[in-house]
């Protein structure tokens, strides 16, 4: 199974080296010196890790066989995959790999069927659910604690706990001032 692990920014310095927006929460085990990618485009790869470091707080990496800032330009917004075994789980006890959570059952505590996680959107400040609700509309669940109150890989069911209004229109409205 394939699972894409970054996406590479700009070039830095002029040996070759690269920026690198990391889209794995395992990047030491991925993204170390030795590892082979396929990318995306597939004719910028495979590309071979010659090492990486942190610079400011950015990873930087350099491959084999790319040794200046033109060559290092050359591969800007490729994305780098990582080919994992699907049976393999994250390290975390509460982690997951979008894989495991695709097409699972969403479900609330009391059992009312929201509909099927069709994709998974990672953003800066958390991950969302896209789940496609049976009448064919979509709902976007976060992926908290607080709302998501249940991974059940076995039963390939995800149970949440919405907050008024984030699954229907019953919003409650609280006001600190008093009706006249």
Not at 15 to 40: C, H, M, N, Q, S
Not at 89 to 114: A, N, R, S
Not at 144 to 173: C, F, H, S
Request: net charge negative; glycine share 8%.
């Amino acid at each position: 199974m394939q699972l894409v692990v970054a996406r590479i920014g700009r070039a830095h310095g002029i040996k070759g080296e690269v920026t690198v927006e990391v889209r794995t929460d395992e990047p030491e085990l991925r993204l170390g010196p030795g590892a082979v990618l396929t990318t995306d485009p597939a004719g910028a790869g495979p590309l071979t890790i010659e090492t990486g470091r942190v610079h400011s707080g950015r990873l930087l990496l350099r491959f084999e066989g790319v040794s200046d800032r033109s060559g290092a330009e050359a591969l800007r917004n490729t994305l780098l995959i990582a080919e994992i075994d699907p049976e393999e789980l994250p390290e975390g006890e509460d982690e997951y790999y979008d894989h495991q959570l695709m097409d699972l059952d969403v479900v609330t505590v009391d059992g009312t069927e929201v509909g099927r996680i069709t994709e998974i959107s990672h953003l800066p400040s958390q991950d969302l659910f896209i789940v496609e609700r049976p009448d064919g509309s979509e709902v976007m669940i976060p992926f908290v604690e607080d709302i998501v109150t249940e991974i059940d890989l076995e039963d390939q069911k995800a149970v949440i706990n919405p907050p008024p209004g984030l699954i229907d229109d019953r919003a409650e409205i609280a006001s600190s001032r008093e009706e006249p």
